[in-house]
């Protein structure tokens, strides 16, 4: 599933781009993960789907540009404060989900609650 790129846009090889981006260690990204990117994408982290990186296949190599590798983050990050994992939470809020985990820890007896919080 390939979405045309524009002809003004700079391209660059799948391989350019592996060794652009750094995986933790100081790795660059696989060729494997980019072509999982282009074919099966990546879950987005707010909303529903799947987003997939754009490519276009050019004389047997497969090109993508930094304004696709751009729209590839931006939806796999998505707005702030939208869906179940939002990354925005007030303080209350997560305090009552820290003492429910809490309370489930317990009754599925990994932890006793004393009454005193640890900081």
């Known amino acids: ?3 045309g790129l524009d002809a003004r846009e700079s391209y660059l090889t799948l391989n350019e781009v592996a060794r652009m981006f ?6 660059p990204v696989s060729l494997v993960s980019l ?3 282009r074919t099966a994408g990546l879950r987005r982290r707010r909303g529903p789907g799947r987003a997939r990186l754009r490519t276009v296949l050019v004389g047997g190599t497969r090109y993508t540009t930094m304004e696709a590798l751009g ?3 931006r939806e796999i990050d998505g707005p702030l404060g939208m869906g179940p994992h939002s990354a925005v939470r007030s303080p209350q809020i997560k305090r009552m989900h820290m003492a429910r985990a809490a309370r489930e820890l317990q009754a599925a007896g990994f932890m006793e609650l004393t009454g005193e919080r640890d900081e």
């Open 1 to 3: 599933m390939s979405a």
């Open 22 to 27: 750094r995986k933790a260690g100081g790795r």
């Open 35 to 37: 072509w999982r990117w």
């Open 71 to 73: 729209e590839f983050s």
